[in-house]
């Protein structure tokens, strides 16, 4: 996503018509709740997450559309670059793996094999890869951010520093660069009300992260601290981030 959640959340809030299923015990009709909305690449219709299933609904407007149900939670729901696929976490087989849905044949091939959560960031710009925040291969418990081929393979490491928790990633539009929101608790407590030392996040960015390029990964912060900051997005141009 190029522009800021909250203006996608207000589309969402605004646009979506789904027929309430049942009736609270107060005998008021429920409220569903739509979340982690994005665009398709053109920008025509925005899949969103509500009720544990996966929905499209046009930008325009209008009834919404059921795209991906399961018993199961889905959630984390992105296009691939070229429209033709959708990516997503799913808990059908544990905590959650990584998913990806071809929409032209239908078929679903699972990414992940994780014991802990794999919670999908987004495509890289090629279409090559996915990004995710995982707490499965840190002894320390924290979310580190990984890259996997998009079709299947071994996930390696981007930004995994033991003990510091990373996690929310969104590769720059060259691929050269990775945001990631780092330290806090804000991965698990994003809800809270203002903040404190114990979920206070920052904005981190991860150079050199192409695969097959030589030397390390290099960090640098982008905020200073002090507060809780999250969820980075990268501008069209790679020029600028919204957090």
Do not use: C
């Amino acid at each position: 996503m190029s522009l800021p959640t909250l203006r996608i959340l207000v589309a969402l809030t605004t646009a979506i018509s789904i027929p309430p299923v049942a009736v609270a015990t107060d005998g008021s009709a429920p409220r569903p709740s739509f979340s982690e909305p994005s665009f398709s690449p053109d920008h025509r219709e925005i899949v969103f997450a509500s009720g544990g299933d996966l929905w499209t609904v046009p930008t325009s407007g209008g009834d919404a559309r059921l795209l991906v149900s399961n018993p199961a939670t889905e959630r984390r729901p992105f296009y691939s670059p070229d429209g033709s696929k959708l990516a997503f976490t799913s808990s059908r087989t544990g905590n959650g793996d990584l998913y990806v849905l071809s929409l032209v044949s239908g078929d679903l091939q699972r990414i992940t094999f994780d014991d802990g959560l794999d919670l999908l960031d987004g495509w890289s710009n090629d279409g090559k890869y996915l990004y995710f925040s995982s707490t499965s291969r840190d002894i320390s418990g924290m979310n580190d951010v990984f890259r996997v081929n998009a079709n299947g393979g071994t996930p390696m490491a981007v930004a995994g520093d033991r003990y510091v928790n990373e996690y929310w990633s969104q590769a720059s539009p060259d691929g050269h660069t990775l945001a990631i929101t780092a330290r806090g608790r804000a991965s698990g407590d994003w809800w809270r009300k203002g903040h404190s030392h114990i979920d206070e996040s920052e904005i981190w960015l991860v150079k050199n992260i192409d695969p097959g390029s030589e030397g390390a990964p290099t960090y640098s912060p982008v905020t200073s601290g002090g507060a809780k900051s999250e969820w980075p997005m990268w501008s069209s141009d790679g020029a600028n981030l919204y957090f």
